[in-house]
């Protein structure tokens, strides 16, 4: 049955992709300037899908289809968060030195993966698993004129490094000397951010959105790329899942290589969607392992978690009492996690929580977990799923401030106009470590004070 699934439950034979659509359309409702069912062909890839003939007999698939293994696949449709249809492939040859633009900027980052070698050095590394850790030299060249949030994709091949992001150089680099050796010539004051991406990426799509995000953030950190075997493929999300299961322990490695590093002062962890199980996973591995995460970890941003909340209850309390400073982007208009709690078995995803609502509130108060709502904040990301990197004002709050551990309050939004009320904190109430209101904007900041938020987060989990 390739082309058509029967359910057994409603004794039809529909077509299964038409299903996953029209479930689709019921979950997330319809973006804006939604006209037909061609905007989500596009942003699948199943373009070969035809509108069904009879909406109520679709409606009635739907609905009849509640128990069966279908909504286990609605997920993979409703996550086009860097894979989408159209996009040329193969953009990682470095463009020669006479097409490089003067005018453009560079962020030379280290790409660590846990994915196959492609063989092809316009891919470098494919979707399928490797039991070794690479790691690759990369600078992306990003082009001045353009707007904060975005990722200019090349059209065609070579990119136009005036107009595009463009990759102007790619050079493996062995573990042991030679990493140690990049680490003293880019790192020039000790902080390092480990970047996770999420579901549906190709080692390209994460290596572009991670220049765009330190690029925009002005983040002054060494830029470190995590990068895990995911297919790119909406219909792989098990595959996908499953390689951050895989990749649990080389996230591990390299995140406890850095700790060890003389140079390094202070890392970072920011992961997004459901790159935030593999952060967590594997944090409460070294915890675990160690008997606490390394005391040079001392920031974690969640970013849209696509984490159980009672998953997520069990992974802060396993982290020990020493751990990071936590903070957490959260959108209750997400879609895409609307979609996941609704094939999760109805469980509340983190990043889709209302912190100012109970039980939430006081458990994230008592453990001093910061969380940012970004509900109100529109973007042109009609999910609602990666406001933290293409939200200008979002993306520079993690450069400035995040990044360096300083506590946020609701004091500290003076961001402007564009998102003034639009975004609440929650968490820092009984959180040791604030001291006083801060200003986001910019001025001086107290001084950190050690974590002892050892709460009650999972206190009913224990």
């Known amino acids: 049955m390739s082309a058509l699934q029967k359910d057994r439950h409603c004794g039809k034979m529909i077509p299964m992709r038409q299903r996953i659509l029209d479930t689709i359309y019921r979950l997330t409702g319809y973006p804006p300037g939604f006209r037909s069912a061609d905007y989500v062909r596009q942003e699948t890839g199943?373009?070969?899908?035809?509108?069904?003939?009879?909406?109520?007999?679709?409606?009635?698939?739907?609905?009849?289809?509640?128990?069966?293994?279908?909504?286990?696949?609605?997920?993979?449709?409703?996550l086009p968060l860097a894979g989408?249809?159209?996009?040329?492939?193969?953009?990682?040859?470095?463009?020669?030195?006479?097409?490089?633009?003067?005018?453009?900027?560079?962020?030379?980052?280290?790409?660590?993966?846990?994915?196959?070698?492609s063989g092809d050095p316009a891919t470098l590394f494919s979707g399928e698993r490797s039991p070794n850790l690479s790691l690759t030299d990369i600078t992306v060249s990003i082009p001045a004129k353009r707007s904060p949030g975005t990722v200019q994709w090349p059209k065609k091949l070579p990119p136009d490094p005036d107009k595009e992001f463009?990759?102007?150089?790619?050079?493996s680099v062995s573990r042991g000397p030679e990493a140690r050796k990049w680490f003293s010539q880019h790192n020039s004051n000790g902080q390092v951010l480990v970047f996770v991406h999420g579901f549906n990426n190709r080692y390209e799509d994460s290596v572009f959105r991670f220049a765009q995000i330190v690029h925009d953030s002005h983040a002054e950190v060494v830029p470190v790329l995590f990068t895990w075997?995911?297919?790119?493929?909406?219909l792989d999300y098990n595959y996908d899942k499953e390689s951050t299961n895989f990749s649990r322990t080389a996230l591990e490695e390299g995140l406890r290589i850095?700790?060890?590093?003389?140079?390094?002062?202070?890392v970072t962890v920011m992961a997004h969607s459901m790159g935030t199980w593999l952060a967590m996973e594997a944090l409460r591995q070294m915890a675990i392992r160690d008997g606490k995460v390394a005391a040079k970890i001392k920031n974690v941003i969640l970013a849209s978690p696509d984490l159980d909340v009672d998953v997520f209850a069990r992974q802060w309390w396993e982290l020990g009492k020493a751990k990071p400073k936590i903070t957490i982007f959260v959108s209750q208009?997400?879609?895409?996690?609307?979609?996941?709690?609704?094939?999760?078995?109805?469980?509340?995803?983190?990043?889709?929580?209302?912190?100012?609502?109970?039980?939430?509130?006081?458990?994230?108060?008592a453990a001093g977990i910061t969380v940012v709502?970004?509900?109100?904040?529109?973007?042109?990301?009609?999910?609602?799923?990666?406001?933290?990197?293409?939200?200008?004002?979002?993306?520079?709050?993690?450069?400035?401030?995040?990044?360096?551990?300083?506590?946020l309050t609701d004091s500290d939004v003076s961001l402007g106009e564009t998102i003034l009320g639009a975004v609440n904190t929650v968490g820092q109430a009984a959180a040791?470590?604030?001291?006083?209101?801060?200003?986001?904007?910019?001025?001086?900041?107290?001084?950190?004070?050690?974590?002892?938020?050892?709460?009650?987060?999972?206190?009913e989990t224990k």
Not at 166 to 171: G, Y
Not at 336 to 362: C, F, H
Not at 374 to 386: I, S
Not at 392 to 400: A, H, K, T
């Open 46 to 78: 199943l373009a070969s899908v035809a509108p069904a003939a009879d909406a109520r007999v679709r409606r009635k698939a739907i609905e009849s289809g509640q128990g069966c293994a279908i909504k286990a696949v609605v997920i993979l449709v409703c």
């Open 84 to 117: 989408c249809a159209g996009r040329i492939e193969g953009v990682l040859t470095p463009v020669a030195a006479s097409q490089s633009s003067a005018s453009a900027s560079t962020v030379t980052m280290l790409v660590a993966t846990s994915r196959e070698p």
């Open 166 to 171: 463009a990759v102007i150089r790619a050079q």
């Open 229 to 234: 075997p995911s297919r790119a493929n909406v």
């Open 258 to 266: 850095l700790a060890d590093d003389a140079t390094v002062k202070e």
């Open 333 to 365: 208009d997400d879609r895409a996690l609307k979609v996941s709690r609704q094939i999760s078995g109805g469980v509340d995803r983190v990043g889709q929580i209302n912190p100012a609502a109970e039980p939430y509130r006081t458990k994230l108060e």
């Open 373 to 407: 709502d970004l509900t109100k904040l529109k973007t042109d990301d009609w999910l609602n799923h990666g406001k933290f990197a293409e939200s200008p004002e979002i993306v520079q709050l993690v450069g400035s401030r995040l990044v360096t551990g300083q506590t």
């Open 432 to 459: 040791t470590t604030m001291t006083a209101p801060l200003v986001i904007a910019g001025g001086k900041t107290p001084p950190r004070q050690s974590d002892q938020t050892d709460a009650i987060l999972a206190g």
